[in-house]
């Protein structure tokens, strides 16, 4: 019954934005639609209905749900730790070769995955440039481990969280900062209990979109990191090799990875994006 | 800040309380070089047309910018390698930038938070100055929920909440509709009158600049092109711009004796005797038009005119005339009925020595 | 299903016979191809055959196809190299494929269950389990127990795909446990991790390591006759060409199609 209430001037706002949808809109928009659909609705109609508990008893399907949530979360905050300063600087600051830079930034975005995990092999691997030192000096290996897959996904996943919040910065005032300024503020005070606050809805955008591709990420983790049940091999991995010999099994695994995201991003989106 | 080249030397026996500052800002092909004065409880009005350079020197005195070279003294203190943030100077912006995030309490709260005060110390600060603006009923309302009158109210409470020794204020009245803008206008005054430190205010709106300040200095093209008291400026404008701004027909020219000899066109009679390089002023009120060349009238200042533009200007007709002396008439509805009057139309004009105003260059 | 497989064959045939004709006036049509059977003369095959091959097999295969495609001018062999699970989930699935060569009895089975090879499949090669090590064998690895020394870090492949099945195979053979660092998802990937030093030792095939060169080093292991991988080859119901499959077939099988693959480390069936 509240709901009904509740859901009345939602819908009143809706039919204020627009009446009527131009069919050369609305036709696209539709084919669009049906196209991203479509192939999960296959997945569903295909399901191992039958199977589906025997499989979700498995141990190794949970430890592998428990360590895709864990890595992809830990990989988001990774992300947020220094990708919001560096989208910061990129929209906020001016130094040569900025433009270059930004676009290096977005380059693990065209980059294969797994020539992305090559690439991490050959900078933090046991004989990479910098892990031959995190290696001798620190006895820090990095491949096979759930921090190789946390840096793996943090690889992937980031260039959505700073191109989010650049966007974001860009389009914020950057006055806020300045008024703040001449009330005491230091930059950084600025940057924290002005900026931040007023971007937060375009932070939370970019973290949901990392942690949706960190969740989803396959070629550079396993091509960094190995798999390994327990320790590296998260959803999507599992989901792979039971592909290998085992379809349904692996369509089962899917679909447990599909409705955790989906359930994890409907509570965030309830949360945080209807605020913006 | 540390690049800065030739800060120069403040002159000799510059005021140890107040603001003392010549401020040099070189934006490519734009110069800023105005040089400011003012004790404390003045209230000074940088007036000028859009893109004078008021706002940058507006930020170059809050530090938002670094000078080029010049000096910024406050109380005796150099400020010009100050952070904008270690000034004693508080900045109310044009649209007043208050935190949509925060509600006014904290708005105002945010500069004492930010010098050092407590938590609680801050808001107790912040709940004194929102009453003293007569906004104790709105502490807890968010920006957005403020009318524009009540948000100006709360940024100025933001800027004397750091207890500032330099208030800045952009345009502070310009985001407001003309109804709000009247009431407002009369609350800053008062809360300026009150202010024991320096205050700047920047506008491009001379009604605004003549009520709140004491003081205005008129900044053209980078430059300070006339400053003093509101009245004085108003009786003895020495630009068009300002001219045209205080309503009056404003001449360059040599005076001898009751004549002045304009640099270009005919001479006007004044009552005045002066010599040497003078202004000439008169209203637009002080014009009669004639269509034909009037022979009974006493006016010793006749000149014939052609009609560029006619307009509305309150319950009257203001005409713009072209031809021996370019200049501005005020006529009623009734009399530009009556004269005919249209643009193209000839016309005499004619204004008595009485109404006219000389006074030296 | 059989007919409209049929029509479109058909269509194909039509298509390729007036293509051919505008193109090169020639009159020979495949229909008078396919009347002659079993024959050797090769300069009456043609068409188009798509080869779906385990990816050990992509070297020796495009020697091959070269060799067959001179042999045959005017025919042209296009091959799809992938894991061979995968490719028998293409072929179910109904990817257009004229033969199909695995890597695994197994993979093939998912193939001839489905009812969709013609013909029983024939092993024309095997291959068998070697260790890949750092060049130089900096470990000393000698054996497939030396792998389960502590610290050293292996890679085995993932006992889904078919050199971890064997690998699994083998360690029961020998009687071993091992941990490996990962399952990795292919062959390859175990492989690189060796090539690229992250891995000290791989448990791959015999012929990856010979592909590898001198980025890696083999040490052959008694346990790995116990896990023989034997790669069975189909021709496909489906194959639109089913002579120039054949004779692909044949090819593959004969001596000199042997010489190139036991040249590449493949053991004779």
């Keep these: ?276 | ?361 | 299903m059989t007919r409209s497989a049929h029509r479109t064959r058909r269509m194909l045939q039509v298509a390729g016979v007036s293509a051919a004709a505008l193109l090169t006036l020639s009159a020979c049509s495949s229909t008078a191809t396919r009347s002659d059977q079993g024959s050797s003369s090769s300069s009456k095959l043609s068409g188009t055959i798509t080869v779906f091959a385990a990816a050990s097999l992509e070297e020796s295969f495009e020697v091959l196809g070269k060799t067959f495609e001179k042999q045959h001018p005017g025919t042209k062999v296009t091959f799809n190299f992938g894991g061979s699970d995968s490719l028998a989930a293409g072929i179910t699935g109904g990817a257009p494929a004229d033969v199909f060569a695995a890597a695994s009895t197994k993979t093939m089975a998912i193939v001839t269950d489905e009812g969709d090879a013609a013909g029983t499949p024939a092993t024309f090669v095997r291959n068998r389990l070697e260790i890949a090590t750092l060049p130089g064998n900096p470990d000393r690895i000698s054996s497939l127990k030396d792998l389960t020394r502590p610290g050293l870090k292996v890679v085995l492949c993932d006992r889904t795909v078919p050199c971890g099945a064997a690998a699994e195979k083998a360690l029961a053979a020998g009687g071993l446990k091992l941990t490996p660092v990962s399952y990795e998802q292919d062959v390859k990937s175990a492989l690189t991790k060796v090539e690229l030093k992250e891995a000290d030792a791989a448990v791959v095939y015999r012929t990856d390591v010979r592909a590898a060169g001198d980025k890696v080093e083999g040490v052959e292991f008694p346990e790995s006759a116990e896990a023989v991988n034997d790669y069975p080859i189909a021709r496909l119901k489906n194959a639109p060409d089913p002579e120039t499959a054949k004779a692909f077939i044949a090819l593959v099988r004969s001596a000199e199609g042997q010489k190139v693959l036991s040249g590449a480390g493949f053991l004779k069936p």
């Design chain 1, 1 to 276: 019954m509240t709901d009904t209430l509740e859901s009345r001037p939602r819908r009143d706002r809706h039919r204020g934005r627009s009446r009527v949808v131009p069919i050369p809109l609305l036709a696209p928009a539709l084919i669009g639609l049906a196209f991203l659909l479509l192939p999960l609705i296959a997945l569903l109609v295909r399901a191992p209905w039958r199977s589906l508990p025997e499989q979700l008893t498995s141990a190794e399907v949970w430890e592998a749900l428990r360590l895709s949530l864990v890595c992809a979360t830990a990989a988001t905050g990774l992300s947020l730790v220094v990708g919001v300063p560096l989208a910061w600087l990129l929209a906020r600051t001016c130094f040569p070769g900025r433009g270059f830079v930004r676009a290096l930034v977005t380059l693990p975005l065209v980059l294969p995955p797994v020539v992305g995990g090559v690439a991490l092999l050959l900078a933090f691997g046991r004989n990479g440039v910098v892990g031959q030192w995190l290696d001798s000096w620190f006895g820090i290996t990095l491949p096979f481990t759930t921090t190789g897959v946390i840096l793996a996904e943090t690889f992937v996943a980031m260039p959505f969280l700073v191109i989010s919040v650049e966007g974001t910065l860009r389009a914020a005032d950057p006055r806020y900062e300045e008024a703040a300024t001449t009330l005491g503020a230091s930059r950084f005070t600025a940057f924290r209990r002005v900026t931040l606050p007023l971007i937060a809805p375009g932070v939370a955008a970019g973290a949901v979109l990392a942690w949706a591709r960190a969740l989803g990420e396959f070629g550079a983790t396993i091509t960094f990191a190995g798999n390994f049940p327990g320790r590296t091999q998260t959803m999507p991995l599992a989901v792979y090799l039971a592909l290998q010999n085992d379809p349904a099994a692996a369509i089962a695994l899917s679909l447990v990875l599909l409705a955790v995201s989906i359930a994890v991003l409907a509570a965030l989106r309830d949360r945080w994006m209807t605020a913006s």
């Design chain 2, 1 to 361: 800040m540390t690049e800065t080249t030739d800060l120069g030397t403040p002159p000799p026996g510059h005021l140890s309380e107040g603001l003392d500052a010549r401020l040099v800002v070189d934006r490519g092909a734009f110069r800023l070089d105005v040089t400011l004065a003012a004790a404390p409880g003045d209230v000074v009005a940088l007036l000028g047309p859009n893109g004078a350079g008021k706002t940058t020197a507006l930020r170059a005195l809050s530090g938002l910018i670094p000078l080029t070279s010049g000096h910024l003294l406050l109380d005796g203190t150099r400020l010009d390698g100050t952070a904008p943030e270690s000034r004693p100077v508080g900045v109310v912006f044009q649209d007043y930038l208050l935190f949509p995030h925060l509600t006014a309490l904290d708005n105002v709260a945010f500069g004492p938070r930010c010098r050092g005060a407590g938590k609680a110390e801050a808001r107790a600060q912040a709940t004194e100055w929102l009453d003293r603006m007569g906004l104790a009923d709105h502490a807890g309302a968010k920006p957005r929920r403020l009318s524009g009158g009540q948000a100006q109210r709360v940024a100025l409470a933001r800027a004397l909440a750091t207890r500032p020794r330099l208030l800045l204020l952009d345009e502070p009245l310009a985001a407001l509709d003309a109804r709000t803008r009247l009431e407002v206008r009369a609350q800053l005054r008062r809360h300026l009158a009150e202010f024991e430190a320096v205050a700047v205010l920047v506008t491009h709106d001379p009604l605004d600049a003549m009520v709140l300040a004491d003081r205005l200095v008129v900044v053209e093209d980078g430059r300070v092109v006339q400053e003093g008291t509101p009245s004085d400026i108003a009786r003895h404008p020495r630009t068009d711009y300002i001219a045209r701004l205080v309503g009056l027909n404003l001449y360059k020219g040599r005076a001898e004796g009751h004549t002045v000899r304009l640099d270009t066109g005919p001479g006007i009679t004044t009552t005045e005797e002066l010599s040497g390089p003078v202004f000439v002023a008169f209203p637009p009120g002080a014009v009669t038009l004639y269509r034909d060349r009037p022979t009974g009238s006493s006016a010793r200042n006749l000149w014939h005119c052609e009609v560029a533009g006619l307009e509305t200007h309150g319950d009257q007709i203001r005409a713009d005339l072209t031809g021996e002396l370019p200049l501005t008439a005020d006529l009623t509805t009734v009399a530009a009925a009556e004269l005919d009057l249209h643009p193209g139309a000839p016309v005499w004009a004619a204004v008595k020595a009485t109404q006219t105003h000389a006074y030296p260059a």
